[in-house]
């Protein structure tokens, strides 16, 4: 601890910052940031199995860390989710039919996606990695649909829901007291 001139002990240790942060809001909210996380990627999961049917992509994981944990942030807006995606896979779709599943095509799909995110004001991060996710498994055009299209609007409209789900609850404990 350090002494200030009015003789008041300033904790400035490597345990003050640890104690800020781990302040019991901070852990609760980082609690209900991965909670928003778990129930949305189960749930997608829970789904490919009950269905038979794939809706769930390893960059999806990465989309909810930006739609629970930022979910102000531009790249975790409906438009970047959903339409990042959309754009990437199409790009990762189209590089795979003209440049086949070797180096070049990787890079073009992941270098032209990033472009046409951007022309296309849909940039999001974990979109990036859909050229990859796409050339690696030889996807087809209706992986486009499932389960780009239709895992995007479902984090979408998780967060949506959960976004205000932790409010309403905290509103209707202190009813209860």
């Keep these: 601890m350090l ?87 199409a790009v990762g779709l189209a590089a795979l039919a003209l440049f086949g599943h070797g180096p070049f095509a990787l890079a073009a799909g992941v270098g032209l996606a990033i472009s046409a995110m951007a022309l296309t004001k849909t940039v999001h991060p974990p979109a990036g990695a859909d050229p990859i996710v796409v050339i690696l498994a030889g996807a087809s055009w209706p992986f486009l649909f499932t389960p780009v299209l239709a895992g995007a609007v479902f984090i979408t409209l998780m967060g949506r829901a959960y976004r205000g789900a932790p409010f309403r609850l905290e509103k209707l404990i202190r009813s209860m007291r």
């Excluded at 980082?30 to 778990?38: M, S, V, W």
């Excluded at 038979?52 to 970047?80: K, T, W, Y």
């Design 3 to 89: 002494e200030t001139r009015a003789s008041k002990p300033i904790d400035a240790g490597p345990l003050a910052f640890l104690r800020a942060q781990l302040a019991p809001m901070r852990l609760r909210q980082a609690a209900l940031t991965g909670l928003g996380g778990f129930i949305t990627i189960f749930c997608l999961a829970s789904l490919t199995a009950w269905l038979e049917r794939l809706l769930l992509i390893a960059p999806f994981g990465a989309s909810c860390v930006l739609v629970f944990a930022l979910p102000d942030s531009p790249l975790a807006q409906p438009r970047n989710v959903i339409g990042g995606h959309l754009v990437a896979t």
